[in-house]
Every structure is written in structure tokens, then in C-alpha cells.
């Protein structure tokens, strides 16, 4: 009766142990690097690592070449083989959100890849860049938008400007808030800018003629 009622008990207490405790639950990726210019990290089921949840994982990485090494790193996690060693090793990493990337410091640029964790931001939009073209002949200036609109307020932001000096005589000077640039006077010439225009209040003139001038306003973008 007491052996029976022995083996109940052990039989419910082994019941009751969650199975998380009976082994590790953190996922193993692979790491390679070499022979050759060769580098990469692997999920268990052998596709490419691409994006992961945050936690932590064993990370298991054959470094196989004395040229190269693999080199891991992102957001708290900088870790690496010895460039001159090669073999085995295995570590416990924590991923939190972010973009990480694997390389070879010895060529960072022919090897590498990334991977990102978690939430990750989506990267800003480009940044759109206006396009102006400014003139300067003997008798007139002009600075017009790519409609061939003339220029009398913009938003704040990037342009290129590109600038036709026409006069031997004359020249095209632009200024504002933290600009100041201009042909020679001296010649012809053909001239692109890429400028970042700020809020204020700019000119374009001939530094020749009094009347060869123009001005236009750059405002603040709305938020």
C-alpha cells in the first residue's frame, strides 16, 4: 500500500514539472566564416538569418580561414574570432530590437551581412532635392524653378542649382543665411550647386550692376 502510494506521488510531482526546465529553450544559430571569401549565419533549419525575435540565443561560430575573422555586432552585443585563429566557438548573446551586422574586419566590404531584431524603424524617406537654374547675361538675371517659374519663395530643403554665366561682364552671386556663392566676373562660365537652403531671406545679383538683382524667401517646412 505505501509503495503504491509512493510511486502516485512521484508519478504527480513529475507531472508537475514544467517542461521548460528540463532544457535549455534558447535557439542555436550557425555562424560561418572561410575558407575563401565566404561569411554568413544560418538559422537551425539552415536558411539564412534575416530577422529574429528579441531574446537571447547560443550562437555557434566555425571560423575556418587565419585571414579572416567573424566579427558580430549591434545594439549591446559586440563580439568576434581572432582574425590570425581559426576553430570553434560558441556564444550567449542577447538581441534586442535593432540592425545587426557580421563581418570580416579584415574585409568589411566583400564580407558582411545584417539582420534585424525586433521593431525596427522603417529608415527615413529619401530627401527630395529641387531643382533651380539660374542665369546671367549682360542685361538680366534670372533664377526660375524647373517649371521655368520665377523664383519668389521655396520650403526650406535641398536644391541644385545649376548656373549659366553668359557675360564677360557680369557674374551670378547668391546669398542668405549661410550662403555665399558666385561666378567670377571675369568670363563665362557654367556652374551646379547643391545647396541647402534655410529659412530667410536670399539674393541673386550681379556684384557689377545694381540692376542686375533679384531676391526670393525660403520658409520653414510645416511640421
Same mark, same amino acid.
Given at each position: 500500500m505505501y509503495r503504491t502510494l509512493l510511486i502516485s506521488i512521484l508519478a504527480a510531482v513529475a507531472v508537475s514539472i514544467p517542461a521548460a526546465a528540463t532544457g535549455s529553450s534558447k535557439v542555436t544559430l550557425t555562424g560561418v566564416v572561410g575558407p575563401g571569401f565566404n561569411i554568413?549565419?544560418?538559422? !537551425?533549419?539552415?536558411?539564412? &538569418?534575416?530577422?529574429?525575435?528579441?531574446?537571447? +540565443?547560443?550562437?555557434? &561560430?566555425?571560423?575556418? !580561414?587565419?585571414?579572416?575573422?567573424?566579427?558580430?555586432?549591434?545594439t549591446g552585443v559586440d563580439q568576434r574570432t581572432d582574425i590570425e585563429g581559426?576553430?570553434?566557438?560558441?556564444?550567449?548573446?542577447?538581441? !534586442?530590437?535593432?540592425? +545587426?551586422?557580421?563581418v570580416c574586419d579584415a574585409h568589411p566590404v566583400q564580407m558582411r551581412g545584417t539582420f534585424t531584431v525586433g521593431n525596427v524603424p522603417p529608415p527615413p524617406p529619401p530627401q527630395t532635392v529641387g531643382k533651380l537654374s539660374g542665369k546671367v547675361t549682360t542685361m538680366a538675371i534670372t533664377l526660375k524653378t524647373s517649371s521655368g517659374a520665377k523664383v519668389r519663395s521655396l520650403k526650406q530643403g535641398k536644391f541644385r542649382v545649376t548656373v549659366s554665366d553668359t557675360s564677360k561682364t557680369q557674374n551670378f552671386h547668391l546669398s542668405g543665411p549661410g550662403l555665399n556663392r558666385k561666378t567670377g566676373v571675369a568670363g563665362k562660365a557654367k556652374a551646379t550647386w547643391t545647396l541647402t537652403l534655410k529659412p530667410g531671406k536670399y539674393t541673386y545679383r550681379s556684384d557689377k550692376s545694381r540692376k542686375l538683382r533679384g531676391s526670393f524667401t525660403v520658409k520653414a517646412s510645416s511640421s
Open positions: 554568413s549565419l544560418k538559422n !537551425a533549419d539552415g536558411s539564412n &538569418v534575416t530577422h529574429l525575435d528579441p531574446g537571447t +540565443y547560443d550562437i555557434s &561560430v566555425t571560423d575556418n !580561414a587565419i585571414d579572416h575573422n567573424f566579427h558580430l555586432r549591434g581559426m576553430g570553434t566557438s560558441t556564444w550567449t548573446l542577447t538581441f !534586442a530590437d535593432g540592425t +545587426y551586422t557580421f
